[in-house]
Structure formats: C-alpha cells, structure tokens
C-alpha cells in the first residue's frame, strides 16, 4: 500500500509516523510532500510509485489544495483523496466533493479516527467528519 502525505512537515511526519505503527496487513511505502508542486512531481510517471491514497491538506503551503485538485483531476483520476484541515473550512469542502474527494477528516480527530478515514478511502468508502450534502443526497458522516 502506497500513501502520499501532502501537508506541512509537522503533521505530514506525525501521521506517517502514526501509520507506520498500525498493522495494516501489508508492506506500507510512505512518502510526504510539502507543496502542490511537490505532490504532483512525486505522482509523476518516471517516479516509479503508483500511490493508493493521497493524504491532502486543504490549507496547503506553497501552493493551492484546489488547485492541486484540479490537476489531480486531469491528470490523476484514478487516485482517491482524503482531505486534511486544521481549520474549520466546510464551506470548501463541498467543491472538494464534487471534484471527486472521497473524504475529509479534521487534523483534530483523535489517531485512531485518522486512520479509520484512511481505511475506509482506500477501501473506496467515502469518509467525513461531518454531513456533507452532494447532489442532494448526504454523501457521509462520522461514525461514532
């Protein structure tokens, strides 16, 4: 399982740090990124990683999330998205819906909460922290 962490430093080595130490059943290949120019250099073909997840921070640094979801969009469909935030941004995550993410988790949440949205994205399961509303229908919310 490949995971791609686009965030800041700090929380992009925590999370991994947290991942590395959960049994997720088979080899985990990490990699982290600082910037939407970063991330998409690291999805790249001659790169030689096909990643299974991207971990995406929605206040990230030295680039644009949305527009970063827009290239992903072209150019990178297939891969699932699970967005990140440390700030209460819900009026963006709906646009976020609809360009395809298949989740958000609030940077708040406790660990083990983390790593179930992970799960359940990489299962191709939709996961949000809160209700979001998407062609009129609730797309998801936290389980509890």
Not at 1 to 9: F, T, V, W, Y
Not at 27 to 51: G, R
């Amino acid at each position: 399982m490949n995971i791609l962490i686009a965030d800041g430093e700090l929380f992009a080595e925590g999370l991994a740090e947290a991942l590395r130490l959960h049994n997720f059943g088979e080899p985990l290949y990490l990699e982290t990124a600082n910037s939407a120019n970063e991330t998409l250099e690291l999805l790249q073909p001659e790169y030689n990683i096909e990643f299974d997840l991207l971990v995406l921070d929605l206040n990230l640094s030295k680039g644009s999330a949305n527009w970063l979801l827009k290239q992903l969009q072209q150019h990178h469909c297939h891969l699932p998205v699970l967005l990140t935030s440390s700030t209460d941004l819900k009026n963006e995550i709906l646009p976020a819906v609809k360009s395809g993410v298949m989740g958000y988790v609030e940077k708040s949440s406790k660990p083990d909460e983390i790593i179930y949205a992970i799960q359940q994205v990489l299962s191709g399961q939709p996961y949000f922290s809160f209700p979001v509303l998407s062609d009129n229908k609730i797309v998801e919310t936290k389980s509890d």
